[in-house]
C-alpha cells in the first residue's frame, strides 16, 4: 500500500556516477525498494484483509480489494517508470499520497475496526516520514483523513471498533515486519550512501593531489583557470597586448664546459627556481625555461591595465637584476669563478595568445613579433643590462629612470625600432635610494636598507666600523667577517 526509501535521487552527481560495477572498484548501492516496498505494504494488507473476513471482523464483500491489492503495486512500477509520469518532478511523494487515499478509503471501509485500521495508518504514516519528512508526514495524513471521512460517511462505523485476536495478531505481526524491512532498507542505503561519499572524498583528495602535481608543469595563473573552470582546454587564441619578457645569462656557455653536468644542473635549477619565485611575486605567468633562458609574459590570464603590467615587468627585472648580484656572490664562495650576468629584454605590444599544437597535446604560449623583439633585446643586452621597447618606455618612464640607446632594426619591422636602457626605481635614485651594492675582488657588499631589520641594522653597523678600521690600518680582514659583509 505504500513505500519507503533514502532519497538519493537528489543526490550529488558524483554519488550518482558510481555504479555497481565491481570492475571499477566503485561502490554498489541497492535498488531503490520502491517496488519491493509496495509490494510488501500492499501484500501484508491482503493479509489483514483476508484473516479479517474469516473471522468476520470485516464484511465479505472486501475480499474484492485483495485482488486490487495484488495488482496495483504492478501498476504503479508501470506507470512511473515507463511512461512519461517517470519524468515528473516529485513522482514518488504524489504516488505516496494516492496510497494514502487508498489506505485511508480501506480503513473507512472496514468501519474503523481499532488495531487493523491503526496498523495501516501506521504503515502509511512510516512511510511518509521517511519518503519527504514532516511535510509529507501532514499532507498524507489529510489526504488519509479526508478518505477516512468519505468511506465513513458510505459504509459508517463498524458495529465492533474491537478486532478479533488473530486479525489483530496478524496487522501487528505484518506492520513490523513491513517497518522492520523498509527500516533494513533504508539503513542499507544510508550505509551505501556513506562509503560513496567516503569514496567520492578519497576520489577527490587523489584529484587534488594529481592537480598539484600537473600545475608543477603550468604557470599557477592558467592552471588555476583551467581548473577553477575560467577556461576550457581547447585549441583557441585571441588578441591581446602583453608585456614580454626574456633573459639569459651571459657565461653559461663558458661555465657548462668547465662543471661537471650534476652541478651544472643543480646550479640551473636553484637559479630558475629563484627567477621564478621573483617572476610570481610581481604576477607574471611563466610561459618557458630553454636552457638558461627564461620567457614571462605579463597581461594574460589576468591583467591590472597595460600600465601596471607593463611596470610589473620591469620592476620584476631590476630585482632580478639585483637579485643575481646576491647569487653570484654565493656561486663564487662555492668555488664557481666565472662571473655569471644576467642580460634581459622587455617588449609591449599585441600578440597572439593562448593553446597552440594539437588536439591530444597543447601548449599555453604566445606568439607574435613583440615576442621577437623581446627577444632580439634580450640578445642585444649587455651583461646585467635591461633593454626595453618604446611602447615599454612610454608606459612607466614617470616611476622608472631609463636611458636612450638609440634604434635597432629587428625583423619584422618596416622602421627602426627605438630601444632603451633600464635604469633603476626614480624612488632609489639618489641619496635616497634603499639598494647599494660593492663588489671589487676580495669584497662584496649588497645591502637592501628597506629589508633590514633594526636589530639586523645596529651588527651591520658594527661589521661595517670594524671592517673600515681594518681597512684604514691596511690589516687583513678575517675569512668570517668578509662574509658578513656578502
Known amino acids: 500500500m505504500m513505500s519507503a526509501h533514502v532519497d538519493l535521487r537528489n543526490a550529488s552527481s558524483a554519488t550518482k556516477a558510481l555504479s555497481s560495477d565491481q570492475a571499477t572498484?566503485?561502490?554498489?548501492?541497492?535498488?531503490?525498494?520502491?517496488?519491493?516496498?509496495?509490494?510488501?505494504?500492499?501484500?501484508?494488507?491482503?493479509?489483514?484483509?483476508?484473516?479479517?473476513?474469516?473471522?468476520?471482523?470485516?464484511?465479505?464483500?472486501?475480499?474484492?480489494?485483495?485482488?486490487?491489492?495484488?495488482?496495483?503495486?504492478?501498476?504503479?512500477?508501470?506507470?512511473?517508470?515507463?511512461?512519461?509520469?517517470?519524468?515528473?518532478?516529485?513522482?514518488?511523494?504524489?504516488?505516496?499520497?494516492?496510497?494514502?487515499?487508498?489506505?485511508?478509503?480501506?480503513?473507512?471501509?472496514?468501519?474503523?475496526?481499532?488495531?487493523?485500521?491503526?496498523?495501516?495508518?501506521?504503515?502509511?504514516?512510516?512511510?511518509?516520514?521517511?519518503?519527504?519528512g514532516i511535510r509529507q508526514w501532514l499532507i498524507g495524513s489529510c489526504f488519509m483523513a479526508i478518505s477516512v471521512l468519505v468511506a465513513l460517511a458510505f459504509v459508517g462505523p463498524a458495529a465492533s471498533f474491537q478486532s478479533p485476536l488473530l486479525t489483530s495478531l496478524c496487522a501487528i505481526v505484518s506492520t513490523g515486519l513491513y517497518i522492520c524491512m523498509t527500516a533494513y532498507y533504508s539503513h542499507q542505503q544510508a550505509r551505501a550512501l556513506m562509503l560513496a561519499k567516503t569514496q567520492i572524498?578519497?576520489?577527490?583528495?587523489?584529484?587534488?593531489?594529481?592537480?598539484?602535481?600537473?600545475?608543477?608543469?603550468?604557470?599557477?595563473?592558467?592552471?588555476?583557470?583551467?581548473?577553477?573552470?575560467?577556461?576550457?582546454?581547447?585549441?583557441?587564441?585571441?588578441?591581446?597586448?602583453?608585456?614580454?619578457?626574456?633573459?639569459?645569462?651571459?657565461?653559461?656557455?663558458?661555465?657548462?664546459?668547465?662543471?661537471?653536468?650534476?652541478?651544472?644542473?643543480?646550479?640551473?635549477?636553484?637559479?630558475?627556481?629563484?627567477?621564478?619565485?621573483?617572476?610570481?611575486?610581481?604576477?607574471?605567468?611563466?610561459?618557458?625555461?630553454?636552457?638558461?633562458?627564461?620567457?614571462?609574459?605579463?597581461?594574460?590570464?589576468?591583467?591590472?591595465?597595460?600600465?601596471?603590467?607593463?611596470?610589473?615587468?620591469?620592476?620584476?627585472?631590476?630585482?632580478m637584476r639585483k637579485h643575481m648580484k646576491i647569487m653570484r656572490q654565493k656561486w663564487r664562495s662555492q668555488g664557481i669563478k666565472t662571473p655569471l650576468e644576467i642580460r634581459m629584454g622587455i617588449s609591449t605590444g599585441y600578440t597572439t595568445v593562448g593553446n597552440f599544437g594539437a588536439e591530444n597535446r597543447m601548449d599555453y604560449t604566445i606568439i607574435g613579433k613583440e615576442v621577437n623583439l623581446a627577444s632580439r633585446l634580450e640578445s642585444l643586452a649587455q651583461p646585467g643590462e635591461i633593454l626595453i621597447s618604446y611602447e615599454t618606455f612610454s608606459l612607466i618612464k614617470d616611476r622608472i629612470m631609463c636611458r636612450d640607446k638609440g634604434e635597432i632594426t629587428v625583423k619584422g619591422f618596416g622602421k627602426p625600432v627605438p630601444i632603451y636602457e633600464v635604469v633603476d626605481f626614480?624612488?632609489?635614485?639618489?641619496?635616497?635610494?634603499?639598494?647599494?651594492?660593492?663588489?671589487?675582488?676580495?669584497?662584496?657588499?649588497?645591502?637592501?636598507?628597506?629589508?633590514?631589520?633594526?636589530?639586523?641594522?645596529?651588527?651591520?653597523?658594527?661589521?661595517?666600523?670594524?671592517?673600515?678600521?681594518?681597512?684604514?690600518?691596511?690589516?687583513?680582514?678575517?675569512?668570517?667577517?668578509?662574509?658578513?659583509?656578502?
Open 25 to 132: 572498484g566503485s561502490v554498489a548501492i541497492p535498488p531503490m525498494p520502491d517496488y519491493n516496498g509496495r509490494v510488501m505494504a500492499y501484500t501484508v494488507t491482503a493479509a489483514i484483509i483476508v484473516v479479517g473476513v474469516l473471522q468476520q471482523a470485516f464484511a465479505h464483500w472486501l475480499l474484492w480489494l485483495v485482488a486490487g491489492a495484488v495488482v496495483w503495486p504492478h501498476i504503479v512500477y508501470v506507470v512511473t517508470r515507463k511512461t512519461f509520469l517517470s519524468r515528473s518532478p516529485r513522482i514518488r511523494q504524489k504516488m505516496l499520497l494516492v496510497d494514502c487515499v487508498i489506505g485511508g478509503a480501506f480503513v473507512g471501509c472496514t468501519g474503523l475496526v481499532a488495531i487493523p485500521s491503526a496498523s495501516v495508518a501506521l504503515m502509511l504514516m512510516f512511510s511518509c516520514l521517511i519518503v519527504g
Open 201 to 319: 572524498q578519497n576520489q577527490r583528495e587523489q584529484s587534488i593531489a594529481l592537480s598539484h602535481k600537473l600545475s608543477k608543469y603550468l604557470s599557477p595563473q592558467v592552471w588555476q583557470s583551467i581548473f577553477t573552470g575560467e577556461r576550457d582546454v581547447r585549441l583557441e587564441t585571441q588578441r591581446k597586448k602583453l608585456a614580454v619578457f626574456f633573459s639569459d645569462i651571459k657565461g653559461f656557455t663558458e661555465l657548462s664546459e668547465e662543471m661537471e653536468p650534476e652541478a651544472l644542473t643543480e646550479l640551473l635549477n636553484h637559479y630558475f627556481n629563484e627567477m621564478s619565485e621573483v617572476a610570481l611575486k610581481y604576477g607574471g605567468t611563466i610561459d618557458k625555461f630553454v636552457g638558461d633562458s627564461i620567457m614571462v609574459f605579463f597581461g594574460d590570464p589576468t591583467s591590472r591595465g597595460q600600465r601596471e603590467d607593463a611596470f610589473a615587468c620591469v620592476s620584476m627585472a631590476i630585482e
Open 426 to 486: 626614480r624612488r632609489d635614485m639618489g641619496p635616497n635610494r634603499s639598494f647599494l651594492e660593492h663588489e671589487h675582488s676580495g669584497f662584496a657588499m649588497y645591502l637592501d636598507s628597506d629589508k633590514v631589520t633594526e636589530r639586523e641594522r645596529q651588527v651591520i653597523l658594527q661589521a661595517l666600523e670594524d671592517a673600515a678600521e681594518r681597512l684604514r690600518t691596511g690589516e687583513d680582514v678575517p675569512e668570517s667577517e668578509t662574509g658578513k659583509l656578502g
